[in-house]
C-alpha cells in the first residue's frame, strides 16, 4: 500500500470517528435538553436517563447506516445480554440516525433475558432524527423518553 493510499484510508478513519462523536454529542445534548424530572449521565459510550419514577434506562447512540430489511445486531445482541447480565439496567435503547429504510422503532426480543430477568425488560432500536431544527415531535409516554 502506497503512502497516499495509507493517507487516505486514516482521513476516513478519522472522519467516521468525527461523526461517531458528533453524533453521540448531539443525541446527549438533546437528551439532557428535554432533562425534567429526571437525571443524565454521560459515560464513555452510553448515556444513561435516570428519571424519578421509573428504572434507567441506557442510551448507546450508534452512528452506522441501518437498514430495516436487512438488520445485522449481533453486537448489538452481545452487548444487551452484557449490560443485563452485569447491572441492574433492563431497559437499552440503541441509537441510530434516522434514515428512509430505518424510521420506526423496532423492539428486539431476546428470549433468554426474557426467561433469565423476573423484572420488565425491553431492548429497542431506535430511529434518532437529526433535523431537530425543521421538526418537533411530543413525547406521549416512556416508550418516547428519547423524542426530540
Known sequence: MSFNESRDILKLVEQSKAAECNFFNFVFNKIL???KNRFVERCDECIDIIPSQHQTIRVIPIFKDMDKNNLCL???IEKACEIVNNSEIRFIYFVYPKNDNFDKHIQIKIPHIEEACSEE?????I???LND???KRKCNGNSNILCN
Open 74 to 76: 449481533d453486537k448489538e
Open 121 to 125: 425488560c425491553m431492548i429497542k432500536i
Open 127 to 129: 430511529p434518532y432524527s
Open 33 to 35: 435538553n428535554k432533562s
Open 133 to 135: 431544527l425543521c421538526k
